[in-house]
């Protein structure tokens, strides 16, 4: 089975008549995404191989059912484009955009919370739901890495994850739904809020977390694996290992400081709390057999 996304999903893509916004638009309908219309103010009447588009959400609901949102809009336009979405009653919102200023960060997972909406990222890849449908920026070779199965993967990474990924396949393992959470500071959705989605379902046997280091997001997975809020076997990859403290990682959210937030310690910690945990990506598969037991 899949969370967050099937063809089921009716998807709304705003920012849809760009150049990334039609480039990645042809690629998510091209994997089974059920798009329906997409929204650029200003050009009301066009259209994107056929999908409709409309100058605000609020047009295009008037013709076209929709439950998803995908954001292909500039940093500084997002907080207004999940506003939109959430005010349409959209409860499921994923964003690209890198470089969404701090405190607009901050307002946009209070209001998320406050609708009781997943908004997934900034700064993320996106999320697929293997031989389902994506929402996002997964390259066109997907489908050799991303087969369908029963692991769910969560990351904050976008590369690290296309090498992590080929090795739970190269394992003999497939992709149930994999979510990326992002990489900035402040990610809309956390890791331990993704947890129960696995958790819920059936078709998830075991998950793998690509983290980071920078932030507590690793640490809280640990802490509801000792609590028993999850209870499925989990393998964790943790990148930056060796970097020094104090100095920001590719990622903005990938800097640790003052103690916390090392990947020393969120090792430690999700290794005490029973989880696997690798030393690099070539052994997440044989990790995954071992928890699974096959």
């Not at 809009?73 to 470089?99: R, S």
């Not at 394992?171 to 819920?200: H, W």
């Not at 943790?238 to 990682?249: C, F, L, Q, S, V």
């Not at 959210?253 to 430690?268: F, Q």
Request: glycine share 14%.
């Amino acid at each position: 089975m899949s969370v967050y996304i099937t063809r089921e999903n009716k998807v709304l893509i705003q920012g849809m008549t760009g150049q990334e916004g039609s480039y990645w638009t042809r690629h998510m309908r091209d994997l089974g995404t059920n798009v329906v219309f997409g929204v650029t103010p200003g050009k009301e009447g066009q259209d994107v191989d056929g999908v409709p588009v409309f100058h605000s959400i609020v047009n295009g609901i008037k013709a076209f059912e929709a439950d998803t949102a995908m954001l292909f809009v500039p940093p500084k336009f997002t907080k207004d484009a999940v506003f939109e979405a959430l005010d349409a009653g959209i409860k499921k919102i994923v964003t690209v955009a890198e470089g969404v200023p701090l405190q607009e960060m901050l307002q946009i997972r209070k209001a998320a919370l406050s609708c009781g909406a997943m908004v997934l990222g900034g700064n993320t890849s996106g999320v697929i739901s293997a031989g389902e449908a994506m929402l996002g920026m997964f390259p066109y070779w997907i489908d050799r890495v991303y087969k369908p199965g029963t692991i769910g993967v969560m990351t904050r990474s976008g590369s690290l994850t296309n090498e992590v990924t080929a090795e739970v396949v190269k394992a003999g393992f497939g992709l149930s739904t994999l979510i990326g959470v992002g990489g900035d500071q402040v990610p809309f959705t956390r890791f331990v809020e993704v947890l129960p989605l696995y958790q819920a379902d059936p078709g998830t046997k075991a998950v793998v977390m690509v983290g980071e280091l920078g932030g507590s997001m690793e640490e809280e997975v640990a802490e509801a694996i000792a609590a028993g809020f999850f209870t499925k076997p989990l393998v964790a990859f943790i990148g930056g290992r060796t970097a020094p403290e104090g100095k920001r990682m590719g990622h903005a959210g990938a800097i640790a400081g003052g103690g916390r937030g090392t990947a020393k310690g969120k090792v430690e910690l999700l290794e005490k709390a029973g989880a696997g945990v690798a030393k690099r990506p070539s052994e997440v598969g044989p990790l995954l057999r071992q928890a699974l037991g096959t």
